[in-house]
């Protein structure tokens, strides 16, 4: 490993045309994909996009008096401030909680479409993984689902064709990792809400997805016993096999150490490519100012290249180009 991050921009020793050519190497095998996060609507819409701290305190300003809004920088999370309103709030738990889930999910409701964006990506032909609960990437595309959507629709996607494990590197598809505005139950806000899914997603990926029973490259998930050729049971396809076996390109997440749950999929994504004899390879795409030596640690030992680009022009456009 390199004492100092990959770092490139197209104005340092490495031109972006460089880093084109390895996402291009990615994407002719099949298996390369976008993770995007908040950046990109922040960029599109900077009037109009919120930082999650501005959701969180817009929040508490309806409920609490804003004078008692904690700093997020005093060693709080904002998953934990958001549980420390809802106990401070009157009026009963569970409606509190509907409330709060049905007031982002009006926000989000009225993020625009990112139409330029939409069609970089569409021409791409990849599929786009978004931590994001709005449809700013969604386009008009149709909405399917592999199985059934269930409180947590980890099958769900928005794609104008059927998207298979056969052909999902191939075809432009948009799924959302963390739920979405039409799925109220799947908004997840506080400790518990991600601690939930952390449960699930282990549970599924042993269980159903079988992912331990998957010895090399290409291997099926979701079978259970040694000879089977189909998955059985409670098994779909879905964004985790995007995301584990994948070269991933994240941009527009902070990644900061309290992201427990999408640290924990960068951790178990390693392991599962290590076991299976594949390399683990991906980019983190961030300014210098986004970097402290925790974050560039673990960037580095879960296989991901730090690439530095300081120009947002080229990080929410340029760099979907081609």
Known sequence: MNEEPYITSINSCMQLKNLHEEFAIAKNKGRFAFVLGNGINRYAHSDKAKTWDELIKGLWGKNLDLKDFPKTSFGLSLTEVYDIMCMKAQGNWDENIKSYRKGIIEIFNEVPQNEILISQLKKLSIPILTTNYDGCIDGKLKKHATKKSGIYPIDEYFSNLEITKDNYGH????????????????????????????TYTRNYLQKDANLFNVKQEDDPWGVKKYGEKEPKGNYCFSWFEIFYNCSLCINGLGL??????????????????????????????????DLDEGKKFFLQNVGLNIVIIEDFDVRYKDLFDF
């Open 171 to 198: 075809e432009f598809s948009v799924w959302h990792i963390h739920g979405r505005y039409n799925h109220q139950k799947s908004i997840r806000l506080g400790t518990a809400d991600y601690m939930g899914l952390l």
């Open 256 to 289: 900061d150490s309290n992201e427990t749950y999408l640290r924990w999929l960068l951790i178990s994504r390693k392991k599962y490519l290590d076991r299976i004899g594949s390399k683990a390879t991906g980019w983190y795409i961030c300014s210098t100012s």
